[in-house]
């Protein structure tokens, strides 16, 4: 492309409306580097990329602010963009595939009268959860510098580091040799291309010899193992430090402290049913435990990230980012998420929250296990 297109042959060529290429402008999420002599826009082949990317992110489902804050990533070039939305492209066909083959196997058992326990639906939905909510990371789930800082600090003199379940390598320590692993296809797929090698395994059984490594690292990952016990003495066997980043979801740790699952989303109580308390994980390994506070500005959007910005959870990018979010079930969801935003209209959120107004870190539970 040697000269500038008019909106009108911008807006045919890309499938949308001249309304919507105005509103980009409007809003700075894509303003064309020149005018015509008549005064209206004229976009370069950098604005056509441009484009090219905030479009492919908003047919995947990103908010316009989240699209901004992605294609505007100072670490990311036009070939990193296309690195990960062919990632992410590939993980949704992926997920179409995997959802359409359970479906064929349920259509198939019904017609033959034979019905599927609830058990097995359940167990289908878990192997999948993190793969529906893994293409929501990119955009909320961000590394938050003055947890990463606790987080390496634990780590001590460590040289080789072992990051389990390590998502899209979000607290990934740069100046230390890190080894990935990650079970999840949709997560792989999102790590940045300079990111540390990723093997595909799960933290019950590592593919790696006894003392292989320095430290063992686990960040927010311990409730998503099928057995965290089993998972932290393999961290343990192939490392001589291990430093998890977990929660502890008792009452007075979690469930009763944060407002949200205490007013507004009780259900998550049942989700923690049946698995170890953060005082079992901590003693399987020989961990001490150190709480960590939330800043208010938190920058990953995790849990309990918003604590101070309630009105963050009425975002359903936000929520997708967040496996509590659906493992409680979209009725449950759309209570909590209906019920908020009535008490934010109507100030009774901040009545009952006053005190949260002047702190800049909460206790909500979080934990650090260093052994």
């Given at each position: 492309?040697?000269?500038?297109?008019?909106?009108?042959?911008v807006?045919r060529?890309a499938?949308?409306s001249?309304?919507?290429?105005?509103?980009?402008?409007?809003?700075?999420?894509?303003?064309?580097?020149?005018?015509t002599?008549a005064?209206?826009r004229?976009?370069s082949?950098?604005d056509?990329?441009?484009?090219?990317?905030?479009?492919a992110y908003?047919?995947?489902?990103?908010g316009?602010?989240?699209?901004?804050?992605?294609?505007?990533?100072?670490?990311?070039?036009?070939?990193a963009?296309?690195h990960?939305?062919?990632?992410?492209l590939?993980?949704?066909?992926?997920r179409?595939?995997a959802t359409i083959a359970?479906?064929?196997r349920?259509?198939?058992a019904r017609a033959?009268?034979?019905?599927?326990?609830?058990e097995q639906?359940?167990r289908?939905?878990?192997?999948?959860?993190?793969e529906?909510?893994?293409s929501?990371?990119?955009?909320?789930r961000?590394?938050?510098?003055?947890?990463a800082?606790?987080?390496?600090?634990?780590l001590?003199?460590?040289?080789?580091?072992?990051n389990v379940g390590?998502g899209?390598?979000?607290?990934?320590p740069?100046d230390?040799?890190?080894?990935a692993?990650e079970?999840?296809?949709?997560?792989?797929?999102?790590?940045a291309v300079?990111?540390?090698?990723?093997?595909a395994?799960?933290?019950e059984?590592?593919?790696?010899?006894?003392?292989?490594f320095?430290?063992?690292l686990?960040?927010s990952?311990?409730?998503?193992?099928?057995d965290?016990?089993?998972g932290?003495?393999?961290?343990?066997?192939?490392?001589?430090?291990v430093?998890?980043f977990?929660?502890?979801?008792?009452?007075?740790?979690?469930?009763?402290?944060f407002?949200?699952?205490?007013?507004y989303?009780?259900?998550v109580?049942g989700l923690?049913v049946?698995?170890?308390s953060?005082?079992?994980l901590?003693?399987?390994?020989g961990?001490?435990?150190?709480?960590?506070l939330v800043?208010?500005d938190?920058?990953?959007?995790?849990?309990?990230?918003?604590?101070?910005?309630?009105e963050a959870?009425?975002?359903?990018q936000?929520r997708?980012a967040?496996?509590v979010?659906t493992r409680v079930?979209?009725?449950?969801?759309q209570?909590a998420?209906?019920?908020?935003?009535?008490?934010?209209?109507?100030?009774?959120?901040?009545e009952?929250?006053?005190?949260?107004t002047?702190?800049?870190a909460a206790?909500?539970g979080?934990?650090?296990?260093?052994?």
């Amino acid at each position: 492309m040697t000269e500038h297109l008019t909106v009108g042959r911008v807006a045919r060529m890309a499938g949308v409306s001249v309304r919507t290429l105005h509103h980009y402008d409007e809003i700075g999420l894509l303003r064309p580097v020149a005018r015509t002599s008549a005064g209206h826009r004229a976009y370069s082949a950098g604005d056509v990329e441009r484009l090219r990317e905030v479009l492919a992110y908003r047919r995947l489902g990103f908010g316009l602010r989240e699209i901004a804050a992605l294609v505007d990533d100072p670490t990311s070039d036009a070939v990193a963009h296309l690195h990960r939305l062919r990632g992410l492209l590939l993980a949704q066909r992926d997920r179409a595939t995997a959802t359409i083959a359970a479906i064929d196997r349920e259509l198939e058992a019904r017609a033959m009268g034979i019905s599927m326990t609830p058990e097995q639906h359940l167990r289908v939905s878990g192997a999948q959860l993190y793969e529906s909510i893994g293409s929501a990371y990119p955009a909320t789930r961000r590394t938050e510098p003055r947890i990463a800082a606790r987080v390496w600090e634990a780590l001590g003199d460590a040289r080789t580091v072992l990051n389990v379940g390590a998502g899209t390598g979000s607290y990934e320590p740069v100046d230390r040799a890190v080894t990935a692993v990650e079970p999840s296809a949709t997560m792989r797929t999102q790590r940045a291309v300079d990111a540390a090698p990723c093997v595909a395994a799960s933290a019950e059984n590592l593919p790696f010899a006894d003392g292989a490594f320095d430290a063992a690292l686990a960040f927010s990952t311990v409730h998503h193992w099928h057995d965290p016990i089993a998972g932290l003495r393999e961290m343990r066997r192939v490392a001589r430090r291990v430093v998890v980043f977990t929660h502890d979801a008792s009452d007075t740790g979690w469930r009763q402290r944060f407002w949200l699952s205490r007013d507004y989303l009780p259900e998550v109580a049942g989700l923690v049913v049946g698995r170890p308390s953060v005082d079992e994980l901590a003693r399987a390994i020989g961990a001490r435990i150190e709480p960590v506070l939330v800043p208010w500005d938190c920058a990953d959007g995790f849990f309990e990230a918003y604590w101070r910005r309630p009105e963050a959870y009425l975002e359903e990018q936000v929520r997708r980012a967040v496996s509590v979010w659906t493992r409680v079930g979209p009725a449950a969801e759309q209570r909590a998420v209906r019920a908020l935003r009535q008490d934010l209209s109507s100030g009774r959120w901040a009545e009952r929250n006053r005190e949260l107004t002047d702190l800049d870190a909460a206790e909500l539970g979080l934990r650090l296990l260093v052994a």
